[in-house]
Each structure stands twice: as C-alpha cells, then as structure tokens.
C-alpha cells in the first residue's frame, strides 16, 4: 500500500494544497475580525483587548496594559498562531508559508502537515513564554504565525537544500544558506532590546521542526545521511486514514524491489537511494516517477 499523497492537479502537484489553502483562509477570516474589533468596544471595553486577553498567547505572569494580569489559557498556544499585529505581518506569513510549505504538504499527506504545522506553531509559544524571563525580555501577548512559519522553512531547508531561493526575485541563494542566515540571525537578535518580535518564538519553531524530521522515519533527508542517522521513531500518523486522499486508478503501481547491499536484478543499492535523495533536492519529490517512488517506500521498510 502506498504511504505518499498524491494531490490532484498538473503533474500530481497542487499549488494550492488542502491544508494551506484553509490555513491562508483561516488567517484571513481572522484578521478581518480582528480589523474589525479594532474600530469596535464592548461596555468601554475595546475589541482588540478582548479578543487579545482570550486568543492571543498571554504571559504566564504580570499585568497588561490595563493594569489586569495576565490571562494565560491552554488553548493560546494554538488560537496566537491565527492572529496578526497589521497587514505586513500576515502577508510576509502567508507567502513564506505557501512559498516553502506547498511541496512539504505535497509531499506529506495533509493530516502529516497540519500536525507538523500546529506543533511548531505550539513550541514555538512554549520557548516564548518559558525562556523569555530567562533573557530578561518584557512581558507581552503575542500573536502571529511566524513560530509555525519557520518550522515550515526549516523543513524546506533540509528537504531541497540546494533549491535556489531567488531574493528580492533575482539573486539565487541556496535554501540552506539563506535559512540557516535566517535562524543565526534570530540567534543574535534574541535579546534586543525593544524589539516587538518574537525571536525565541522562531527558533522554537526552528527546533521542533528539525526534531520532528530528524526522528521521522518516513523523512529522507540528506543530512540524516551526511550523519550517518539511523535512529528514527515511527510517526503515528503516517497510519491514519488521510481524509483527503484521492484514489487514482490510473496511477501504474511499480514494480517490487528489493533492498540489499549488492545489487542483482530487480535489487536497489544504497547508491540508488542516493541518486532519488539527491534528485528530491533538486527538483522536488513531486518530480519522482511512481516507480522512484515506490524504491523510496519499499526501502523505508527494510531500513527500519
């Protein structure tokens, strides 16, 4: 049985995958809400403070700008990530993550992504709120996807580490050199003083997403092999019944192949493997042929 989503679309490749799709939907809904209650009060109560002390990520400890402390509740750590401070701010968001998360969640199956997606989103507000007191940083809600974001990048860098990423649309940058400069950068940018960005929120982001590849026995990544990685934990949801799957009969299944140091017929070797890994980095796993496809899962299965 085939454990890869194939999407519909030209060349089994959505632009608009299911998952982003309503993501960038959600988060459009939601800052036209928020827009709203700007203009809006409640019994003198101004909108944008109530649906901050409710769904924003408040701190843990101290007071807000009302003078009220703060109110922390569990489910912040998912409804912070649907909010955004002003129109820059959702669409540098919303681009990063159609730019690098479309061939992710291609290449997933939905359900892999969206819980991929939420828990960096979720560390990422956990590594804000338990490390900012650590850096001395100000107490303050905090709102944006940008957490979730950077996992997104990151899986992109160590996916297609050589994909060109063309800034301001004409200078190629390696996907590896550009996130990684990316994340060096919130390194050093974490205890700036009086900055309203959340770059502990970032690198938490950062973090779950390299953890949860690196440990995903279903994510082939040349670093894993450049380390020689051979410790993975089997993902529980690579064996849901994805909801958004397509059946597609035309699809030709390939043929069985057998995964064994020396090659014979019909047999794959590690050098094989090498070559698909190497071609997913340059042009995509969308770009696979189904029988490439099938030598990666047969191979999946006698690995681990």
């Known amino acids: 049985m085939n454990n890869y989503y194939r999407p519909r679309g030209f060349g089994g490749f959505s632009l608009f995958p299911p998952i982003i799709k309503n993501l960038l939907i959600i988060n459009g809904v939601v800052f036209l809400l928020q827009t709203m209650l700007n203009n809006l009060s409640f019994d003198g109560v101004p909108g944008w ?3 901050n002390r409710w769904f924003a990520l408040n701190p843990l400890t101290g007071v807000d700008t009302a003078g009220q402390s703060y109110n922390f509740q569990i489910w912040q750590l998912i409804t912070y990530q649907f909010m955004h401070g002003g129109f820059g701010h959702i669409l540098f968001n919303m681009f990063a993550l159609w730019m690098f998360g479309i ?6 199956d939905p359900k892999k ?3 991929f997606y939420l828990l960096c989103g979720v560390v990422a507000g956990i590594f804000h709120l338990f490390l900012s007191s650590i850096f001395g940083l100000p107490t303050a809600v905090t709102i944006g996807a940008s957490g979730a974001v950077y996992g997104v990048m990151i899986a992109f860098a160590l996916f297609f580490p050589d994909r060109p990423i063309y800034l301001y649309f004409f ?7 550009l996130i990684t400069f990316l994340v060096i950068m919130e390194i050093m940018l974490v205890d700036s003083a009086g900055s309203s ?11 779950a997403a390299f953890i949860f590849i690196m440990f995903d026995k279903d994510s082939y990544i040349a670093l894993k092999r450049i380390l020689n990685w051979n410790f993975s934990l089997n993902n529980p949801f690579s064996k849901m019944e994805n909801p958004f799957k397509k059946d597609n009969s035309n699809v030709k299944e390939a043929k069985f192949y057998e995964f064994k140091e ?3 017929e019909n ?17 995509g796993y969308q770009n696979l042929t189904p029988e490439e496809k099938k030598i990666l899962f047969e191979a ?3 690995i681990n």
């Not at 200078?171 to 050199?177: C, E, H, V």
Request: aromatic share 8%; proline share 2%.
């Open 103 to 108: 061939e992710i969640e291609n290449m997933w």
């Open 267 to 283: 047999e794959v070797t590690q050098k094989d493997i090498d070559k698909i890994l190497d071609k997913i980095s340059e042009s």
């Open 197 to 207: 960005i959340a770059h502990l929120a970032h690198l938490g982001g950062a973090l």
């Open 262 to 264: 020396n090659k014979k």
């Open 49 to 51: 403070y109530i649906i």
């Open 171 to 177: 200078i190629p940058i390696r996907a590896k050199y």
């Open 113 to 115: 992504f969206l819980t």
């Open 300 to 302: 999946s299965k006698k």
